[in-house]
């Protein structure tokens, strides 16, 4: 059974930092791209951050500087980092887990968890 699950939110006051953490099972960790999402009441989904299996990382303009994605394949976790928080990134965190699966990809998500930023 795969599973996905985020830990680590919580309410913090804006230019603190949170360590988020995505703990994995069921899958091939080392395989599968890990990435970040989050999603704002009344917007859409967006993509935080990315790291492939082999390390490459890439960030939304809006997070770049503050966020750090990370792996651990000891672990089957993935990590995110986030300094100088805003308001603006309050949102629900979610990760997600994507691997190739023939000419398609397979992907899998956690349930969410909660970052509030208070002003």
């Known amino acids: 059974q795969v599973r996905l699950v985020e830990s680590g939110g919580g309410l913090v006051q804006a230019g603190g930092s949170l360590r988020l953490s995505c703990t994995t099972s069921?899958?091939?960790?080392?395989?599968?791209?890990m990435s970040w999402y989050r999603q704002a009441p009344g917007k859409q989904r967006e993509l935080v951050a990315v790291i492939t299996s082999v390390g490459d990382t890439n960030y939304a303009d809006s997070v770049k500087g503050r966020f750090t994605i990370s792996r651990d394949n000891a672990k089957n976790t993935a990590y995110l980092q986030m300094n100088n928080l805003k308001p603006e990134d309050t949102a629900v965190y979610y990760c997600?887990?994507?691997?190739?699966?023939?000419?398609?990809?397979?992907?899998?998500w956690g349930q969410g968890t909660q970052v509030t930023v208070s002003s």
């Open positions: 997600q887990a994507r691997r190739p699966y023939g000419a398609r990809y397979l992907d899998n």
């Open positions: 069921g899958i091939i960790f080392s395989l599968n791209a």
